[in-house]
């Protein structure tokens, strides 16, 4: 459960720094947010899963 909600802190720290970069326009799939040379070097996983299917939905849809 520590795990899932630090990866958690992560995806919102890296959608509300997407939002202050790109004029207050929310992210709209996780490629936007992860990837090597993005906010977060790798999508996170919660412990357990194979995929980040698992992560609510609001981590990609909230607004600033």
Do not use: E
């Not at 899932?4 to 947010?33: E, F, S, W």
């Amino acid at each position: 459960a520590s795990a899932c909600k630090n990866n958690l802190r992560q995806l919102t720290a890296a959608v509300d720094q997407y939002v202050l970069d790109h004029q207050n326009t929310a992210p709209t799939a996780m490629g936007d947010i992860a990837g090597s040379t993005l906010y977060i070097k790798q999508t996170p996983q919660c412990p357990g899963t194979t995929s980040s299917s698992q992560f609510p939905v609001w981590v990609l849809t909230r607004s600033a």
